[in-house]
């Protein structure tokens, strides 16, 4: 939800980075003697959504998450390739991925390899990113931001007074402050307070993060910190960067330092080739193959399975759907159909749940969670970016919870109510009468504010349902219901803070979370398994013709938007928001988090 925006300027986290192994020499003679070797190269620069993609040809166009940690593990494997390359290019990803692409180097780093950062403008979570590498390396003309972390919050009760719409708002948890940017004018102390619980945590990871990779001490990082903008020499002498050159010289340099006759660099190493030879019968066949996707969403087929069911976007009543301008919607009827089928696949030995979700429906939240702990197979959560609200609602039903360290999670609270606009309509010159029967008939009216009847009535409900969330989380933490009210009240943790309190069991990345989901499957570490993504992509075909609704139905494809100019994805994103907003309020109570967190 975007009814405030929050952006992180400066945001790190940890990954403990483990002695690599002894490398093998990768390179190769020829019948002439000559020494050749391959580095591979990937250009990080997209927004890699979590899930699959969509089935066939144009689920090629957006690189999904997994697919480029799958391509970096590949480079890993791969003994012709003797080293890394990563361009990194402004990705417009949050705290949650970073972790996963940070640990996926760590494991190209472990096989004994060299990685490569090649950044050129480089921001904080650019240089993340880098800093995780064996060396980062900038062009002359380069630059590096890293100016602190700013939260913003905007709020627009002023501009509602103008307007003469009432929002009328109800929230169960002080903390749990999704309505305060409609009903207030600043920051409530409690919703400030979070704010600044958060940020510190952040803030803290940021500077462990920087003194663990470029063996800086901790008073010399904040003063970095605080001096901010470096351009490529001073980053240099700063112990920002190791190598300060052009693309051309830096290849060069790593044929000399592999002490080969030749260097191939392997662009986009990884990427699925397709042909696009389509002409004649045969390439006209090709084509719809292409379009239709012929991919088991299963690798394999005899070995056990573990299932990976992704739970992406707002939480919302019904199917899965993409709107209009591409935002995504998590169906719980949708979720909970591929929870199902997992459970009746006999070579599914457990369940993993990605969650990427700010929450949303409570409703639909519930039917998630039920299917969850009613399950006979074994289900851990993986949590991503954000598994906040109703993200942590429907993940506190699984046997272990995995959150990553910059994780936004927690927000166990209840927000509801309307927007009256009777004030809006009479200034411009429309009217509505009223005719009642009922104290209560006017609780979803659009118009009128609520009565104090009607007012009493939504708020008995949604204590109702935060008494459900906070009995059930206690209960499947095991903890006491007092000591989880503590956590309660919209009270919102990184991961790395979720962890020191109960609210997940460990820090790891999805890996991670397939490997305990193994274990309580009672398979051994090393035992070999497939994965099966839920729910199944649709493929070109189901999303042109199977859209229950006209806005599927013409919805911008995601692939396009993802290419946008920053200013225009950033009007776009705005948009984005806005349409969630409108999609909740069709619903009665919403578990959502109170903003939307963009990492910049």
């Not at 460990?506 to 979370?513: C, E, F, H, N, P």
Request: net charge neutral; proline share 4%; hydrophobic share 40%.
């Amino acid at each position: 939800m975007r009814n405030s925006k929050i952006n992180f300027l400066l945001i790190g986290l940890c990954v403990v980075v483990a002695a690599p192994a002894v490398a093998k020499d990768n390179r190769k003679a020829d019948d002439k003697g000559t020494k050749k070797a391959t580095s591979a190269t990937l250009t990080l620069k997209d927004d890699y959504p979590e899930g699959p993609a969509p089935a066939g040809l144009f689920g090629e166009l957006r690189p999904r998450l997994q697919d480029i940690v799958e391509r970096i593990d590949k480079a890993a494997k791969d003994e012709k390739v003797a080293g890394l390359v990563l361009k990194v290019r402004s990705p417009h990803v949050g705290l949650g991925k970073v972790d996963e692409l940070r640990a996926a180097i760590a494991r190209f780093r472990n096989s004994g390899k060299r990685v490569y950062a090649d950044v050129q403008s480089a921001r904080t979570k650019d240089y993340l990113v880098a800093a995780a590498c064996n060396e980062i390396v900038m062009p002359p003309s380069g630059d590096l931001m890293i100016t602190g972390l700013q939260a913003e919050v905007t709020f627009v009760k002023g501009l509602l007074d103008k307007l003469d719409i009432k929002a009328d708002f109800i929230q169960i948890g002080a903390f749990k402050g999704a309505s305060e940017p409609l009903t207030r004018t600043n920051m409530s102390p409690e919703f400030r307070r979070q704010y600044e619980s958060v940020i510190d945590d952040y803030y803290q990871q940021i500077v462990k993060t920087i003194v663990a990779d470029r063996k800086l001490e901790p008073e010399k990082v904040k003063q970095l910190i605080d001096d901010g903008l470096f351009m490529a020499n001073r980053a240099k002498e700063a112990g920002l960067v190791d190598r300060v050159c052009y693309e051309d010289e830096l290849e060069s340099q790593l044929k000399d330092e592999l002490k080969v006759d030749k260097l191939v660099f392997e662009r986009d190493y990884g990427k699925k080739k397709i042909d696009t030879d389509f002409s004649g019968l045969t390439g006209f066949m090709k084509l719809i193959e292409l379009m239709a996707g012929t991919e088991s969403s299963s690798k394999g087929g005899r070995n056990p399975k573990i299932a990976v069911v992704y739970a992406v976007g707002v939480i919302m009543s019904g199917e899965s759907k993409q709107g209009l301008f591409g935002d995504e919607t998590l169906g719980g009827d949708t979720i909970v159909k591929a929870l199902r089928q997992a459970q009746d696949d006999d070579k599914v030995k457990a369940i993993v749940l990605r969650v990427d979700s700010p929450g949303g429906s409570a409703l639909a939240s519930d039917l998630i969670w039920r299917e969850i702990v009613r399950s006979k197979k074994p289900v851990v959560a993986s949590m991503g970016d954000t598994a906040a609200s109703g993200g942590y609602y429907v993940s506190m039903g699984a046997k272990k919870i995995y959150a990553e360290p910059g994780t936004l999670t927690g927000s166990i609270g209840v927000v509801g109510g309307k927007l009256a606009l009777k004030g809006l309509m009479n200034k411009v010159g429309i009217t509505t009468e009223v005719i009642r029967r009922g104290k209560n008939s006017g609780l979803l009216s659009g118009i009128d504010p609520f009565t104090p009847e009607e007012r009493a009535a939504w708020e008995r409900s949604m204590k109702e349902v935060y008494a459900q969330f906070t009995g059930k989380a206690a209960e499947g933490r095991k903890m006491e219901l007092a000591k989880l009210e503590q956590l309660a009240a919209g009270r919102l943790f990184t991961g790395q803070m979720a962890v020191d309190n109960g609210l997940a069991d460990k820090l790891g990345t999805l890996s991670d979370a397939v490997a305990g989901a193994k274990e309580l499957a009672g398979l051994k570490a090393d035992d070999k398994v497939d994965l099966m993504v839920l729910p199944q992509p649709k493929n070109f075909f189901e999303h042109l013709f199977g859209g229950d609704d006209e806005t599927e139905a013409r919805a911008v494809p995601p692939q396009l938007t993802s290419r946008l100019s920053p200013q225009a994805g950033e009007i776009l994103q705005q948009v984005r928001g806005a349409q969630q907003w409108l999609n909740l309020f069709s619903e009665r109570t919403m578990t959502v988090l109170p903003y939307h967190v963009e990492f910049r």
